[in-house]
C-alpha cells in the first residue's frame, strides 16, 4: 500500500502537469486597439492569438466626405511570420505590463491606441499617443499596416458591389504599397481579389492588378 508521503507526492506531479498542459493548451494573445476620431476607421482592434487565429473589427465611415457609417468584421488566420514578430515585439516591450507613453505633451495627437497581452502565466497593457520604446513603435507600425490592408479589402468588396469603377485606384494604391512592403497579410484578403480577377464585368486593367497582388503574396 503506497504511503501517505507517496500519495501527496503522486497527487502533486499531477497536479503540476496538469497546470503545465492547461497552460500549454492556452495561446497567448496580443490586442491592438486604435480610436482617432479623424480618421478612417475611426476605431478599430486586431486580436492575434499565438496558435495564428485572429480578429479584425473595425467602425467608422466610409470615406472621408460619406456620412454614413458602417462596421467591419474578419476572422482570419495569421501567417506564421506575422504572428512570430507580433509576439516577439511583445516580448521585447515587457508584454506591456509597464507604461508606454512617451507623456510629452506637445506632441500631435495621432489617435488613442492600446497594446494588451495575456497567456496563462502574465499580463499587461498599457494606452498611448506616442511611445519612444523602439518594440512598441515597430509592433504599432505593424498593426497599423494590417488594418490598412484588411480595411482595402473592406473598401473593395463594397467598391465591386456598388461602384466598380473606385477598384483600379483601390487597387493601384495596394499596389504602390506593395512595393514599399507595407502591406500586411494579403491572404486574409484573398477572397476579394480573387472575386475580382474572375469578374468579366470588371476591366482586365484592374483584374491584372489584382492577380499581380495575389502573385505577390504568393497565393494559388
Known amino acids: 500500500m503506497p504511503r501517505p508521503f ?3 507526492g503522486l497527487l502533486t506531479f499531477t497536479l503540476i502537469v496538469a497546470v503545465s ?6 495561446p497567448a494573445v496580443v490586442v491592438f486597439t486604435s480610436d482617432f476620431p479623424s480618421s478612417q476607421p475611426e476605431h478599430y482592434s486586431i486580436r492575434v492569438q499565438s496558435d495564428g487565429s485572429a480578429r479584425y473589427h473595425s467602425s467608422g465611415r466610409l470615406s472621408p466626405d460619406s456620412d454614413q457609417t458602417d462596421s467591419f468584421d474578419l476572422n482570419f488566420t495569421a501567417a506564421a511570420e ?5 509576439f516577439e515585439l ?3 516591450a515587457g508584454y506591456f505590463q509597464k507604461d508606454v507613453d512617451s507623456h510629452h505633451k506637445n506632441l500631435a495627437f495621432t489617435g488613442k491606441k492600446t497594446l494588451s497581452y495575456g497567456d496563462a502565466r502574465r499580463s499587461g497593457e498599457s494606452t498611448y499617443n506616442y511611445s519612444p520604446n523602439p518594440a512598441v513603435q515597430e509592433l504599432t507600425s505593424l498593426m497599423q499596416n494590417l488594418s490598412a490592408t484588411l480595411e482595402f479589402g473592406h473598401r473593395l468588396q463594397y467598391a ?3 461602384q466598380k469603377l473606385a477598384l483600379d485606384e483601390e487597387l ?3 499596389e504602390e504599397l506593395a512595393r514599399t512592403n507595407e502591406l500586411v497579410e494579403v491572404t486574409a484578403i484573398q477572397p476579394i481579389l480573387a472575386q475580382i480577377v474572375a469578374d468579366q464585368s470588371v476591366i482586365n486593367v484592374t483584374r491584372a492588378r489584382a492577380q499581380r497582388l495575389l502573385d505577390r503574396a504568393g497565393v494559388r
Not at 21 to 26: C, I, S
Not at 82 to 86: A, D, L, N
Open 172 to 174: 493601384k494604391r495596394m
Open 82 to 86: 506575422t504572428r512570430q514578430k507580433i
Open 90 to 92: 511583445a516580448a521585447k
Open 160 to 162: 465591386r458591389q456598388y
Open 6 to 8: 507517496q500519495i501527496v
Open 21 to 26: 498542459q492547461t497552460e500549454a493548451q492556452t
